[in-house]
């Protein structure tokens, strides 16, 4: 392979280079200059470096079944385009009969993990979850539970009279495994104030995870781009994700396994109807990973979510910086009613094809990044 510098149009980008060469912290400003820069191809080739360094040629995957308990919401974040409020004749909130049932049918079978977020429906309370975690434990087994945005801990502690550590409590003892990282969004206060009125501030979301990582829950993280945010806001809420993941691990917890940079979609939210936003384009998608995997230089994976930035982006985005296109994703709700124009769930054959075609290993995963040489059964 030729050398890194040679690969470098932007010679600003050099002393960055040299520092990915050593290993050596990246700073506000490189961030800054990363985003900046118009050569996406040399901030890439510095991406590929790390990611090769960490992962190798492999790219992880899961088998994945989304399920949403409850589309009614009493907070407004103005890109959301599945929340519903009551009385809207769209509202829902499923029982645990319903769950099960939904789990039963075929094109479930197989699935490894269960990925549950939601609204935030001042209905369900810790017994709610108590009751659903136990009885999709007792009829699947296998299947990992991974619920809950940091979002919806703090909010469904506070409805149920609990401290957040309570509520997590209870809900790992009826078999709450893991959480996925929504709800984070973009950490500058001002802009949460104008994009997810009524959601609670960054450090909220910090707090409640550093108390994951505190209690052994595995979790990941997200941030929401290509809205109204600027680089120095996304330069600042990587880096302020880094600061946590230093403290989790230099008290001797894991952490994050995974970021994911999740890309807006512009369809049928206020966000869209106030504002110009258009769809993100390849470049700024594949910018945003490498971007991450260059500054997150703790964080063991960089996911490329294909729901939003497209089966065929994600095989590129491997050579990015990514090391995991997430998953098959089966019946996913939220980003679609958003606009995503990709398929709702992928067959295990077409996300192992993919892989192999962009040059890369597949591996099946489970969510602490254990791999499978076995196809998984029902
Ligand atoms: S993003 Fe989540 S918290 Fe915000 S309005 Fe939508 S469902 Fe509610």
């Given at each position: ?9 932007d ?16 700073t506000?400003?490189?961030?800054l ?8 191809t040399?901030v ?10 960490l992962?190798?040629?492999r790219?992880?995957y ?16 103005q ?22 049932r ?40 296998a299947?990992?539970?991974k619920?809950f945005?940091m979002m ?54 910090l707090d409640t995870?550093?108390l ?5 829950l ?6 929401l ?6 680089a ?10 880094r600061?946590?993941?230093?403290r ?8 994050f ?13 206020e ?6 936003i ?16 260059l ?6 994976h ?11 982006l ?20 939220i980003?679609h009613?958003?606009g995503?124009?990709?398929?709702q ?11 192999r075609?962009?040059?890369y290993?597949p ?16």
């Open positions: 392979m030729l050398p890194l510098a040679s690969r470098i149009r010679p600003r980008l050099l002393p960055i280079a040299d520092k990915v060469l050593r290993g050596e912290r990246l506000f400003e490189d961030g200059l990363l985003y900046e820069t118009s050569d996406l040399g890439g080739a510095m991406a590929n470096q790390v990611r090769t360094r992962n190798g040629r790219a992880y899961v088998l994945s079944r989304r399920l949403s308990y409850t589309n009614v919401c009493y907070t407004h974040c890109f959301c385009a599945f929340q519903a409020k009551p009385g809207d004749p769209k509202a829902y909130a499923l029982s645990a009969e319903e769950i099960i939904e789990l039963e049918k075929p094109e479930t079978a197989g699935v490894r993990e269960l990925h549950m977020t939601s609204g935030h429906n001042p209905k369900l309370k810790v017994d709610y979850f108590e009751d659903l975690f136990r009885k999709i434990k007792a009829r699947f087994p299947i990992h539970l619920v945005t919806e801990l703090d909010y469904y502690a506070r409805v149920s009279g609990l401290s957040t550590e309570a509520f997590l409590d209870r809900c790992m003892a009826a078999g709450l495994e893991s959480c996925p990282g929504g709800g984070a969004e973009i950490f500058d206060e001002t802009l949460r104030e104008q994009i997810c009125i009524g959601k609670k501030d960054a450090q909220v979301w995870a550093a994951c990582h505190r209690k052994g595995p979790t990941n993280c997200t941030m781009y290509g809205h109204i945010e600027e120095r806001h996304r330069v600042d809420h990587l880096l302020r994700l600061d946590l993941q230093d989790s691990q230099a008290a001797g917890y894991e952490g396994l995974a970021f994911v940079p999740l890309a807006y979609q512009n369809e049928d939210n966000l869209s109807a106030a504002h110009t258009h769809e993100t384009t390849g470049t700024q998608d594949l910018r945003e990973i490498a971007v991450a995997r500054l997150l230089d703790n964080i063991p960089i996911k490329a979510y294909w729901v939003m930035i497209s089966p065929g994600a095989q590129i985005a491997l050579s990015y910086g990514a090391d995991d296109v997430d998953g098959t994703i089966i019946a996913e709700e980003a009613t958003a995503a124009k990709t398929p769930g992928l067959s295990q054959g077409d996300l192992e094809r993919l892989i075609e962009a040059g290993e591996l099946e995963r489970d969510n602490l990044y254990h791999t499978f040489e076995e196809p998984a059964t029902a």
